[in-house]
Nanobody, 126 residues
Framework: QVQLVESGGGVVQAGGSLRLSCAAS????????AGWFRQPPGKEREFVAA????????DYADSVKGRFTISRDNAKNTVYLQMNSLKPEDTAVYYC???????????????????WGQGTQVTVSS
């Protein structure tokens, strides 16, 4: 029902910034919670950030809190991840995802999300 397409990845030096975008199809996306996950080379996929449909609830992994900002524009069916002060350990494939099941709290498990983008590579050089 929902298709997600990430963009904005690339190669940056440590301390630099990138802004990832996730464009979604369909009007129903605006009612879903959305999240960002990442998978570093040789490691498991991990939670990065999540945002409720109304943007009133936001959650960040401790590793990115204070450096990354998640936001969304429901009129454009788009969710963003602004990444500042990037570190080499931020290098990963970044995925956006949508959770169609309502929950009183934002969820961090990849298994909780129903729709996924193809991923975009972020490489931070030291």
């Amino acid at each position: 029902q929902v298709q997600l397409v990430e963009s904005g990845g690339g190669v940056v030096q440590a301390g630099g910034s990138l802004r990832l975008s996730c464009a979604a199809s369909g009007r129903t996306f605006s009612t879903y919670a959305a999240g960002w996950f990442r998978q570093p080379p040789g490691k498991e996929r991990e939670f990065v950030a999540a945002i409720s449909y109304s943007s009133t609830n936001i959650d960040y992994a401790d590793s990115v809190k204070g450096r990354f900002t998640i936001s969304r524009d429901n009129a454009k069916n788009t969710v963003y991840l602004q990444m500042n002060s990037l570190k080499p350990e931020d290098t990963a494939v970044y995925y956006c995802a949508a959770d169609r099941v309502w929950s009183p709290t934002l969820r961090r498990g990849a298994h909780d999300y129903d729709y996924w983008g193809q991923g975009t590579q972020v490489t931070v050089s030291s």
